[in-house]
């Protein structure tokens, strides 16, 4: 059983990093994609991402219960592709209604600790392999506004926690890996 995160900026090559990884584990591949199309341009996105990866590849979409379906899917013949943490992060952010979190405190929904917390507390359990995607979003100037502020903060959180319980952990910049954690995958 090996968990890892491959993390790095916009375009950056981390999700073929991660496909790579996944291709050459030799196990059955999930892949687990938390997006949500809410627009055309996101729409544009998730095809292009669908159309990269391998078609004998299972899609599971999970927004938010990503902790549960981890823990439903998961086996020692599997690997799990978790495409990506980011983008669950911004889901869990605004999973309660409205268009943006109480601006003024940033008060985060409590299903967004909840679901945190319990991928934490569960990922070191799991029975099979997981590969985790995320952003890298906070190496570059301190956003302008609050909620921009706020996810950029709960992003590196959320990566540096996951990091934490990972074996490996590798960032791509301009499709080259660097290994942080565990060395070559």
């Keep these: 059983m090996t968990h890892t995160l491959v993390f790095g900026?916009?375009?950056?090559?981390?999700?073929?990093?991660?496909?790579?990884?996944?291709?050459?584990?030799?196990?059955?591949?999930?892949?687990?994609?938390?997006?949500?199309?809410?627009?055309?341009?996101?729409a544009t996105r998730i095809a292009h991402h669908r159309d990269q990866r391998p078609a004998v590849w299972p899609t599971v979409e999970e927004p938010l219960a990503l902790a549960d379906t981890l823990q439903r899917l998961s086996t020692p013949a599997n690997l799990i592709l978790v495409d990506c943490l980011t983008l669950w992060l911004t889901n869990l952010m605004f999973s309660e209604g409205g268009d943006y979190p109480d601006v003024g405190d940033i008060a985060l929904p409590a299903r967004f600790h909840r679901e945190r917390a319990r991928l934490l507390e569960l990922l070191p359990a799991l029975p099979g392999d997981v590969v985790f995607v995320s952003n890298e979003v906070g190496m570059g100037i301190v956003p302008y506004g609050a909620i921009s502020r706020c996810f950029t903060d709960e992003?590196?959180?959320?990566n540096q926690a996951v990091a934490a319980v990972c074996d490996r952990v590798t960032f791509v910049a301009a499709g080259l890996p660097l290994h942080l954690k565990g060395g070559p995958c």
């Excluded at 992003?155 to 959320?158: D, K, Y």
């Design 9 to 42: 900026g916009a375009r950056s090559g981390k999700s073929a990093h991660a496909e790579r990884l996944a291709t050459q584990s030799g196990k059955e591949v999930i892949y687990l994609a938390t997006a949500r199309a809410g627009d055309g341009e996101m």
């Design 155 to 158: 992003a590196g959180r959320l």
